[in-house]
């Protein structure tokens, strides 16, 4: 079993920075895949970004550039969030499985953290 727990989310200008948090309990949790999926008021879950245990990081097309995924020794994933945009506020969820950028290959999720762009 793996639990996420997600944190850093809150208020922000446009143009402004946030990092966010996801530490996780789990003995194996070094062995998975962990990425950061985003879900706007009235729009499906999307993906954002990913980190393997090897280090491999994917990025969707429209963070390229502005965000930063890491993950420490232990067991914690960052999210470094630059230039933030209005159209990027939503619940952000960190997500523990597999390589892939479709929710289904996620097997452990967080609760969610809020992230408020204003313009």
């Known amino acids: 079993q793996v639990r996420l727990v997600e944190s850093g989310g809150g208020l922000v200008q446009a143009g402004g920075s946030l990092r966010l948090s996801c530490t996780a309990s789990?003995?194996?949790?070094?062995?998975?895949?962990v990425a950061w999926f985003r879900q706007a008021p009235g729009k499906e879950r999307e993906f954002v970004t990913s980190?393997?245990?090897?280090?491999?990081r994917v990025y969707a097309d429209s963070v390229k550039g502005r965000f930063t995924v890491s993950r420490d020794s232990a067991n914690t994933v960052y999210l470094q969030m630059n230039s933030l945009r209005a159209e990027e506020t939503a619940i952000y969820y960190c997500?523990?499985?597999?390589?892939?950028?479709?929710?289904?290959?996620?097997?452990?999720w967080g609760q969610g953290t809020q992230v408020t762009v204003s313009s």
């Open positions: 789990g003995r194996t949790f070094y062995t998975y895949t």
């Open positions: 980190i393997s245990w090897r280090g491999n």
């Open positions: 997500a523990a499985g597999a390589e892939d950028t479709l929710v289904g290959g996620y097997a452990y």
